[in-house]
C-alpha cells in the first residue's frame, strides 16, 4: 500500500507542476501582448520584462516576455549580465520610479550595462519598476530604442499603463 502512495504523490506533483507550468505559459504570452502593445505605444524598438519568481522559473538575468520590431536583437536566451549589479536596476531599487533616459550613450547616470550599447544597439531607454508590498524590487520593464529618444508624456503614461497591467497579472504588489 505504501508504494501505491508513493506512486500517486509523484503522479499528482507532475500535475501540479504541467498546471503550473501551462499557467506559466498563459502568463507569459499575456506579458508578451502587453508588451506588444508597448511597444505600438512608446514608439519603442524592444520592450522587455524581467522578474524574479522562483515558483515560475523567472530569474531577472533572463527576460520573461519581449517584444522586437523586426530586424531588432532579441534579449530573451542571453543571461550573460549581472542585472541586479547593473547601475540602472540599483538606480530603480534606490528610486523606485521610472528611469527615463533619452541617451545611454553620451555620458549617462546611471550608466546601463555596456552590453546593451554594444551587442544590443541601445542609444535610449525606459524603465519601470515592478516592486513588491514591501517596496522590494521582484523586476521591471524596460523599453529600448536603437536610436536617441526624447519621450512623451503619452509614450511615458504607456510604460505606466504597461506596469500596472504585469503587476495585475502577476500579483507583483499585492
Given at each position: 500500500m505504501?508504494?501505491?502512495?508513493?506512486?500517486?504523490?509523484?503522479?499528482?506533483?507532475g500535475?501540479?507542476?504541467?498546471?503550473?507550468s501551462?499557467?506559466?505559459?498563459?502568463?507569459?504570452?499575456?506579458?508578451?501582448?502587453?508588451?506588444?502593445?508597448?511597444?505600438?505605444?512608446?514608439?519603442?524598438d524592444?520592450?522587455?520584462?524581467?522578474?524574479?519568481?522562483?515558483?515560475?522559473?523567472?530569474?531577472?538575468?533572463?527576460?520573461?516576455?519581449?517584444?522586437?520590431?523586426?530586424?531588432?536583437?532579441?534579449?530573451?536566451?542571453?543571461?550573460?549580465?549581472?542585472?541586479?549589479?547593473?547601475d540602472?536596476?540599483?538606480?530603480?531599487?534606490?528610486?523606485?520610479?521610472?528611469?527615463?533616459q533619452?541617451?545611454i550613450?553620451?555620458?549617462?547616470?546611471?550608466?546601463?550595462?555596456?552590453?546593451?550599447?554594444?551587442?544590443?544597439?541601445?542609444?535610449?531607454?525606459?524603465?519601470?519598476?515592478?516592486?513588491a508590498?514591501?517596496?522590494?524590487?521582484?523586476?521591471?520593464?524596460?523599453?529600448?530604442?536603437?536610436?536617441?529618444?526624447?519621450?512623451?508624456d503619452?509614450?511615458i503614461?504607456?510604460?505606466?499603463?504597461?506596469?500596472?497591467?504585469v503587476?495585475?497579472?502577476t500579483?507583483?504588489?499585492?
Amino acid at each position: 500500500m505504501l508504494g501505491k502512495q508513493r506512486i500517486n504523490t509523484d503522479i499528482c506533483r507532475g500535475t501540479t507542476a504541467m498546471t503550473k507550468s501551462a499557467e506559466t505559459q498563459q502568463i507569459k504570452k499575456k506579458l508578451d501582448a502587453i508588451l506588444a502593445r508597448l511597444l505600438e505605444d512608446s514608439h519603442g524598438d524592444r520592450t522587455t520584462i524581467r522578474i524574479d519568481d522562483e515558483s515560475r522559473g523567472w530569474n531577472v538575468n533572463f527576460v520573461c516576455a519581449e517584444a522586437v520590431r523586426p530586424g531588432v536583437k532579441s534579449l530573451r536566451s542571453d543571461g550573460s549580465i549581472n542585472q541586479r549589479a547593473a547601475d540602472t536596476v540599483k538606480w530603480l531599487v534606490k528610486n523606485n520610479r521610472n528611469l527615463v533616459q533619452p541617451d545611454i550613450v553620451n555620458s549617462p547616470d546611471p550608466a546601463p550595462p555596456p552590453a546593451l550599447m554594444s551587442a544590443y544597439a541601445a542609444k535610449a531607454q525606459m524603465l519601470a519598476p515592478l516592486c513588491a508590498r514591501d517596496a522590494y524590487l521582484a523586476g521591471w520593464i524596460s523599453v529600448h530604442y536603437l536610436e536617441t529618444h526624447e519621450f512623451t508624456d503619452d509614450e511615458i503614461a504607456a510604460l505606466d499603463r504597461a506596469s500596472e497591467e504585469v503587476k495585475l497579472l502577476t500579483g507583483i504588489g499585492s
